[in-house]
């Protein structure tokens, strides 16, 4: 089951024998290690696949968490998928095509977005360079 209202229901049902994943990034590094969720339902995971599967797979890992936190809210500030959609165009992993409703993200939103990105760029498959576009 996918369960996005908290990691203490994650660890109710877990308890009961339930197999639950979470269905939020933000929260998915506590809600393995410390509520025994199976895994996380992930948006972060299409952008960076190796780093979510070495913090839900390896050992409890919160300075990697904690890291990623604030690309994870990034990838949220608007409803999925306009902020993934945005990061990977302009990680140049897909055409820069949007259809209303759909637009990319503010350019103020791009350039902080960029500044993240930045930081895993080696941890994005295929991606050469970040551009604000």
């Not at 969720?37 to 299409?46: F, L, M, Y």
Request: glycine share 8%.
């Amino acid at each position: 089951m996918k369960e996005c209202t908290g990691n203490k229901r994650i660890g109710n049902y877990v308890q009961q024998g339930v197999p639950c994943w979470s269905g939020n990034d933000d929260e998915a590094h506590d809600a393995r290690h410390n509520f025994g969720s199976a895994g996380v339902i992930s948006v972060t995971s299409n952008l960076i696949p190796g780093l979510m599967t070495r913090m839900m797979n390896g050992p409890a890992d919160p300075e990697l968490n904690a890291s990623l936190q604030q690309l994870i809210k990034w990838l949220f500030c608007e409803p999925n998928p306009i902020p993934l959609n945005t990061a990977l165009m302009m990680c140049g992993l897909v055409r820069p095509v949007f259809r209303l409703p759909y637009v990319p993200l503010s350019r103020v939103e791009r350039e902080q977005g960029a500044k993240l990105l930045e930081a895993v760029k080696d941890h994005i498959p295929g991606c050469q360079e970040i551009r604000v576009m």
